[in-house]
Structures are given as C-alpha cells and as structure tokens.
Nanobody
Framework: VQLVESGGGLVQPGGSLTLSCAGS????????IAWFRQAPGKGREGVSC????????YYADDVKGRFTISRDNDEATVHLQMTGLKPEDTTTYYC????????????????WGQGTRVTVSS
C-alpha cells in the first residue's frame, strides 16, 4: 500500500486548499480512506473519512461545513477540499487507508502517507 499526499501550502485565513491522496499498490476501491492531522506534540486527529463500502463520508465537528472529502476510485485518489481555513487548521495532514470501517482513531489505520503541510497565515 502506498499513499502520496499533495496540495499543501500557505494560504491566508478564509482561503481554500484542496489536498489530494493518491493510492497505489492495493485495491483502492475496497479501502476506507481518511484524512488525519497532527499538531506538534499531539496524536493524529481524525479530520474526515470516505467509506469504501457505502460511499458515506464523515467529518470531525470542527471541520463540518468547511471541508469536503471525495473519492475517485477510477483515479485511485481522494481529495479533501478545505474552505474557510483558519489559523488553527495549520498542521501536517496525512491520509490513511484501511479495510476496516471509517474511524477517527489513528490506531484503526494501518497504512499512511508521508504527510503534506498546511499553513494558514496572513
């Protein structure tokens, strides 16, 4: 399983970014794909998840209404569209994959990308 994130960068408060997670080496459409973020000195926090089995999506409370996750199984890619970005969204974002159901716990995901950095600052 290989996951590669892209799309991070510097954006002003209120701005938008779209992160992408490209998967390879596994049956992408069978795996639940999630986005996590990790602030320095803290564990990885679940941000959003796209289920493989039923197409449902899940969001952490503090990103609901601002972030949208979508998956393109033909391209083996999951996108995280982030709008209304706030300085507190600044951190490294990781995508993760697992066959088990969507979860907000990092311990439920066995495969991870290397992360992409998002900085929200004026």
């Amino acid at each position: 399983v290989q996951l590669v994130e892209s799309g991070g960068g510097l954006v002003q408060p209120g701005g938008s970014l779209t992160l992408s997670c490209a998967g390879s080496g596994f049956l992408f459409d069978k795996y639940n794909i999630a986005w996590f973020r990790q602030a320095p000195g803290k564990g990885r926090e679940g941000v959003s998840c796209a289920s493989a089995s039923d197409g449902r999506t899940y969001y952490a409370d503090d990103v609901k209404g601002r972030f949208t996750i979508s998956r393109d199984n033909d391209e083996a890619t999951v996108h995280l569209q982030m709008t209304g970005l706030k300085p507190e969204d600044t951190t490294t974002y990781y995508c993760a994959a697992d066959l088990a159901g969507c979860s907000a716990s990092q311990w439920d995901f066995g495969s991870w990308g290397q992360g992409t950095r998002v900085t929200v600052s004026s």
